[in-house]
């Protein structure tokens, strides 16, 4: 860790002035800081967890990307080695804390904010354990996985069943043998059973078909392409954003390929659990020995005490900003484009919330009345300060 950050680390007190405080300190903090960082602002990256990154700490053993290192880069520092190889979960965690390291960024670990609010003038107020924080603008960070969603029928599992959501798995051999059934058809669920199928006899449970996508067409990668043509850039307020936001894709998996080259049985949506045996939707059961929940997160804004909500409780915004001054939201899914939680292309919407955090700050500078003059063409600060 750079000094900076050690001594965050150590208890010292971040200065309670600060222009901006940055909540997560992940692919989006991270690089939200190196905006703020060039444009010179005072400001803090404010993490819960224990190190940085912690999502991706998460996540199983072997996990690896579905961009290349080459689309996998953060402003203002390559990621290392082959840019067109993909790189696994621990070279994103080293990526990610050289980053912290390269550009200084100061950030204070080990802090969860449990509510954040305004003051009637204006200023953020961030309530931590026993201390706050305040700052002028706050940018929330935490991206889109937040609180691991399970089903509620896994309460109806008997207790013998070895039971775990996906961040709750690292590797096979913590897994009991025998018949393990994954729950979950997106990208971590055909990843973490065609990883198991080596020594387990797998099930898959696909809620809701997602449209295969090849990992390299012709020789190139798939993020070449949609790159080249212009289809990563596609907002969420055009027609086709508008069409796919809401259609998820499996990239480098298919459910023809895990079944014959895998051996994955592959069952329809999981309708009810009783004891050991599972029902499926088109009526067939099978008996378990455990369960993978690859079901996916669902946002936690509940320590947001701020009119920034619609009526069904989700997020008013428009390309992270949002109707409170100075309040801006940062890789989100969709957030403007395909990309925006991705860490290639998070920089994105940061340089742009970076630009309105600028625009905002120097609104505020003029908008500071200036101290009247005496009627000697003299401020009336100024004199005062000559005596």
């Known amino acids: ?24 300190a992940g692919q989006a903090g991270l690089a939200m800081g190196y905006y703020l960082a060039r444009q010179g602002r005072r400001f803090i990256i404010i993490e819960r967890g224990d190190s940085i990154a912690p999502a991706w700490r998460e996540r199983w053993d072997s ?35 050289c980053y912290a390291e390269e550009f200084d960024l100061r950030i204070e670990l080990n802090s969860p904010v449990r509510r954040l609010s305004r003051e009637d003038h204006g200023r953020y107020v961030l309530d931590l354990d026993g201390r706050t924080i305040t700052a002028g603008q706050v940018v929330v960070a935490t991206g889109p996985f937040q609180t691991p969603h399970v089903p509620k029928l896994a309460a109806e ?15 096979p051999a913590d897994v009991p043998q025998g018949t393990v059934l994954v729950v979950g058809g997106g990208n971590t669920g055909f990843q973490i059973a065609k990883e198991l199928s080596t020594t387990h006899n797998v099930v898959l ?18 993020f070449w392409w949609l790159t080249k043509t212009g289809l990563i850039n596609t907002t969420v307020e055009s027609p086709l954003g508008r069409r796919l936001k809401d259609r998820d894709t499996l990239i480098g998996s298919s459910p023809r390929e895990l079944t014959r080259r895998y051996g994955v049985e592959l069952k329809p949506r999981t309708i009810r659990v009783s004891g050991r045996t599972v029902s499926f939707e088109d009526g067939d059961e099978f008996e378990v020995d455990a369960v993978i929940w690859a079901t996916g997160y669902r946002p936690d804004y509940s320590w947001i005490d701020l009119p920034i909500f619609d009526p069904d409780g ?7 900003v949002t109707d409170v001054p100075g309040l801006y939201f940062l890789g989100l899914t969709w957030q403007h484009t395909r ?18 955090i600028a625009a905002l700050q120097e609104a505020k500078a003029r908008a500071v009345p200036e101290p009247p003059h005496d009627g ?3 401020r009336a600060g100024a004199r005062a300060r000559e005596r």
């Open 376 to 378: 000697s063409g003299v």
């Open 1 to 24: 860790m750079s000094e900076a950050t050690n001594e965050l680390e150590s208890g010292a007190q971040p200065a309670a002035d600060d222009e901006v405080a940055v909540i997560g």
């Open 314 to 320: 989700r997020l008013r915004h428009r390309r992270g």
């Open 63 to 97: 996990l690896t990307l579905f961009t290349p290192r080459g689309y996998s880069i953060l402003p203002g520092l390559p990621f290392p080695g082959d840019p067109d190889d993909y790189p696994n979960r621990d070279e994103v965690i080293a990526y990610l804390q």
């Open 205 to 222: 449970s696909v809620g809701s078909r997602q449209k295969p996508l090849p990992q390299r067409v012709a020789g190139r990668d798939l």
């Open 339 to 356: 990309g925006s939680a991705l860490i290639g292309w998070v920089k994105d919407d940061a340089q742009f919330i970076a630009q309105r």
């Open 157 to 171: 599992l008997d207790r013998d069943v070895w039971q775990a959501h996906s961040t709750g798995y690292r590797r």
